[in-house]
Nanobody, 124 residues
């Protein structure tokens, strides 16, 4: 069993900052990519940023230069530093981890795991 838990959401004013954290735990052999996605009311879930185990990153155009994703492989954790927040950043933010599970007989097939989501609200 693998669990993914986010923390750090909340309320910020436009121009402010927030830092999201996410940690995966359980029967983990390794984690490939980790990332953050978000879903605003009435909209589809969209990619915010991803980071590979080798620290290669990708960002949505809308957050480039404002958000920074980082990762601590030893802690199976990923972080999202959000600066210069805008009201349009308001959404539920979800953590994703592509986990290679660990079994008694070895490693399994990589699978997506999602956190429960954390609300980020940016006021103007």
């Amino acid at each position: 069993q693998v669990q993914v838990v986010e923390s750090g959401g909340g309320l910020a004013q436009a121009g402010g900052s927030l830092r999201l954290s996410c940690a995966a735990s359980g029967s983990i052999f390794s984690i490939n990519a980790m990332g953050w996605y978000r879903q605003a009311p009435g909209k589809q879930r969209e990619l915010v940023a991803t980071i590979t185990s080798g620290a290669s990153t990708t960002y949505a155009d809308s957050v480039k230069g404002r958000f920074t994703i980082s990762r601590d492989n030893a802690k199976n954790a990923v972080y999202l530093q959000m600066n210069s927040l805008k009201p349009e950043d308001t959404a539920v933010y979800y953590c994703n981890a592509v986990v290679v599970p660990s079994y008694v007989w070895g490693q399994g097939t990589p699978r997506d795991h999602w956190g429960q989501g954390t609300q980020v609200t940016v006021s103007s």
